[in-house]
C-alpha cells in the first residue's frame, strides 16, 4: 500500500521622544518648485529620482517573484489534497474488500480501526504540512523584504559615492523643509563635512531671509548620516532613515499580498 505520509511529506519537501521628524521619501528625492536649481543641482536631481525609480522597480519584480511563490506552493497543497482524496478511497475500498474476504467481524472491525487509523494521520500530516507551508512563505517574504532593502541600499550608496556634490544636493532639500527659519545647524558626517561647508554661501541662498547657519561635523553620525535643528524642530534627512522608511513600506506591502 503507498504510505500517505511520504507521498505528503516528498511532495512538500520540493516545494518548500523628543520633537523629532522625518521628511518623507517623496520628499527626499523630489525636486522643489519654490527655489530655482542650477542645472548642475537640477542634472543630479533627476539622476537621484532615476535611482529611486529603479530602487522601485526592483522591489515590484520583488513583489511579483512572492506572489508567484505563493501561488505556486497554493497550486501544490490544492494537488496533494486532490491525491489524498484518492488516496482515501482506495483505503476505504481495500478496507472493505478485505473485510468482506475474512468474512468476520472483527476482521471487519479491525479494517475499520486501521482505516480510522489511517485517516486521523493523514490529517495529522495535512495539518503539519500547512503549518510548513505558512512557515515558508512568511520566510520567503522577509528573504525577499531584505533583499529588496540590499537592493536600494547599494544603489543609493554607489550613487552618493560617486560625487559628493550628490550629497549636498539631498542637504539642500533637507534644509528646504526649514528655510523659514532664521536660525538652523546642520549636522553631518566628517566624511562630507569639507563638501557641505564649502557650499554654505549656497545653502544660504536657499532660505526666504538672513539666517544664521551652522554647519558641524558629527563622527557618531552614519557616512550618509545628516540632522537638521531648528525652532521648528530636529529632521534626520539621513540616507539610513530614507531606507529604513523603503522597508517599512515593503514590509506594508507584502502584509497587504498576504491578507489578499
Not at 208 to 227: M, S, W
Amino acid at each position: 500500500m503507498i504510505s500517505l505520509s511520504k507521498i505528503i511529506k516528498a511532495s512538500f519537501t520540493r516545494n518548500t521622544g523628543n520633537d523629532k521628524r522625518v521628511i518623507e521619501i517623496r520628499d527626499y528625492f523630489t525636486a522643489q518648485k519654490q527655489v530655482p536649481e542650477t542645472n548642475s543641482e537640477l542634472q543630479t536631481s533627476l539622476q537621484a529620482q532615476t535611482i529611486l525609480e529603479n530602487a522601485k522597480v526592483e522591489a515590484e519584480t520583488l513583489k511579483r517573484e512572492a506572489q508567484l511563490y505563493y501561488e505556486t506552493v497554493q497550486q501544490q497543497i490544492l494537488q496533494e489534497k486532490e491525491n489524498w482524496e484518492d488516496e482515501k478511497q482506495q483505503l476505504v475500498e481495500t478496507a472493505r474488500k478485505e473485510g468482506y474476504e475474512i468474512g468476520l467481524q472483527q476482521g471487519h472491525q479491525d479494517g475499520l480501526a486501521q482505516y480510522h487509523q489511517l485517516i486521523e494521520q493523514a490529517r495529522q500530516i495535512v495539518e503539519s504540512a500547512n503549518s510548513e507551508y505558512y512557515r515558508q512563505i512568511e520566510a520567503a517574504n522577509e528573504t525577499i523584504l531584505l533583499i529588496g532593502l540590499k537592493v536600494a541600499e547599494k544603489i543609493v550608496d554607489a550613487h552618493l559615492n560617486e560625487n559628493d556634490e550628490h550629497f549636498v544636493s539631498l542637504v539642500k532639500r533637507a534644509i528646504r523643509e526649514v528655510r523659514e527659519h532664521s536660525e538652523v545647524k546642520i549636522y553631518v558626517h566628517p566624511t562630507y563635512y569639507d563638501a557641505v561647508i564649502s557650499q554654505k554661501d549656497e545653502l544660504k541662498e536657499i532660505f526666504n531671509q538672513e539666517v544664521d547657519l551652522f554647519i558641524y561635523p558629527d563622527a557618531q553620525l552614519p557616512d550618509h548620516g545628516c540632522i537638521i535643528e531648528s525652532p521648528f524642530g530636529r529632521i534626520d534627512a539621513s540616507v539610513d532613515t530614507q531606507l529604513q522608511q523603503i522597508k517599512e513600506k515593503l514590509r506594508e506591502r507584502f502584509e497587504q499580498l498576504e491578507e489578499a
